[in-house]
């Protein structure tokens, strides 16, 4: 028996209408226009340099160095928004104020009723465990309004987006504590000898544990289920509230860690300022690994992307001297591609035109 050949043609055809519809070609696809871009422009956008630190340690600089840096808070929160963007179908707002509130404890537990002690109140390990549990507690209050009186997440967590800062300064007496002790800006700065930034590490273990927790929990099950039909999963024994309820506490606890890395980056905090709108750059990181914002199935992998994406964007338009006040404007812009591209209309018609492309008798003869 003679077999045939698949053309050349059909098998590339086929290689890239499969990869378009994975869920992660969104992010890539940014990416790599970032990525060409930037290579156009000004290829020394890609240097990395080995420098030394004011005190003689070795420390990498360059814009890539940056990115990682930079985007490592917002990678982790896109992992607990990941989470409640597919278990209650809606997204937290209020993550850049709790932000405030975790830093704010941090600082309080370290200067106790001191705005500028000479030496820590108590350890830093002390320290970020009091903002992890009051963080998760801020959590829980938003999960239950959303997971139990059944109101809108963004109607809930408004209420911690409009009085979270107010909180924050309260909890330190409207004062701006700093911190002199050395050790505790390696955690958002660098450990002496190793040149890479700590947030990175601490980025990369957060996204570690919750691959581990995904693959070996049912946690991911539980989650697009209730996110895809909350009555049918309470029919199949699930909690659909307890479940909405974890998602929040998880966030909660990003949300602890980003904020001890956002004080530790500069030992003090300003309220009004720290991780500004973060929470909206938490919700495109979403978006843009091709997650439905109506909840469901997800792709934690593709957020995480999706945030270092977003992080990418914004060091280029800062290199190209785009003033800050200017960037929410190119953001919005990104938005509102994603929204036409993840259009259930626009993907119809780009699939009805490549399939009219690829069995167009013509075409077909040419490219043969």
């Known amino acids: 028996?003679?077999?045939?050949?698949?053309?050349?043609?059909?098998?590339?055809?086929?290689?890239?209408?499969?990869?378009?519809?994975?869920?992660?070609?969104?992010?890539?696809?940014?990416?790599?226009?970032?990525?060409?871009?930037?290579?156009?422009?000004?290829?020394?956008?890609?240097?990395?340099?080995?420098?030394?630190?004011?005190?003689?340690?070795?420390?990498?600089?360059?814009?890539?160095?940056?990115?990682?840096?930079?985007?490592?808070?917002?990678?982790?929160?896109?992992?607990?928004?990941?989470?409640?963007?597919?278990?209650?179908?809606?997204?937290?707002?209020?993550?850049?104020?709790?932000?405030?509130?975790?830093?704010?404890?941090?600082?309080?537990?370290?200067?106790?009723?001191?705005?500028?002690?000479?030496?820590?109140?108590?350890?830093?390990?002390?320290?970020?465990?009091?903002?992890c549990v009051v963080s998760m507690l801020f959590g829980a209050f938003n999960g239950t309004l959303v997971a139990y009186f059944k109101i809108q997440p963004m109607v809930a967590t408004l209420i911690m987006f409009t009085a979270g800062r107010s909180i924050a300064a309260w909890i330190n007496n409207n004062e701006l504590p700093i911190i002199s002790d050395a050790v505790f800006g390696y955690f958002g700065n660098f450990i002496p000898g190793i040149p890479i930034p700590t947030p990175v590490f601490i980025a990369v273990a957060c996204m570690i544990?919750?691959?581990?927790?995904?693959?070996?929990?049912?946690?991911?099950?539980?989650?697009q289920a209730v996110g895809i039909n909350p009555h049918a999963s309470r029919l199949n024994g699930m909690d659909p509230a307890v479940v909405k309820l974890v998602t929040y506490v998880i966030l909660g606890l990003c949300v602890a860690v980003a904020g001890f890395i956002k004080v530790s980056r500069f030992s003090s905090i300003n309220y009004s300022v720290v991780a500004k709108d973060i929470e909206m750059d938490a919700i495109l990181a979403v978006a843009l690994g091709g997650n439905a914002l109506s909840g469901g199935k997800f792709n934690m992998t593709a957020s995480i992307l999706g945030a270092y994406v977003i992080q990418f964007l914004t060091t280029t338009l800062y290199k190209f001297n785009v003033v800050s006040s200017a960037l929410p404007a190119y953001k919005a812009v990104v938005v509102i591609i994603l929204v036409v591209l993840s259009a259930p209309v626009f993907r119809e018609k780009m699939a009805a035109a490549w399939k009219e492309l690829t069995h167009n008798p013509k075409i077909k003869k040419e490219a043969a």
């Open 1 to 131: 028996m003679t077999q045939t050949k698949t053309p050349l043609h059909q098998k590339t055809g086929s290689a890239l209408k499969a990869l378009v519809r994975k869920q992660i070609f969104i992010p890539l696809a940014a990416l790599l226009i970032l990525v060409v871009f930037n290579l156009i422009a000004d290829p020394s956008f890609f240097a990395i340099e080995l420098g030394y630190s004011a005190a003689g340690d070795p420390v990498l600089s360059g814009y890539l160095i940056t990115i990682l840096d930079n985007a490592s808070e917002l990678a982790i929160l896109a992992i607990g928004m990941t989470l409640v963007t597919a278990a209650s179908g809606g997204q937290d707002i209020s993550v850049g104020a709790t932000i405030a509130i975790a830093g704010s404890v941090v600082l309080r537990v370290l200067c106790g009723t001191e705005s500028r002690p000479e030496m820590l109140q108590a350890p830093i390990w002390v320290a970020f465990l009091v903002c």
């Open 209 to 223: 544990l919750i691959a581990l927790a995904l693959k070996f929990t049912t946690l991911g099950l539980y989650t």
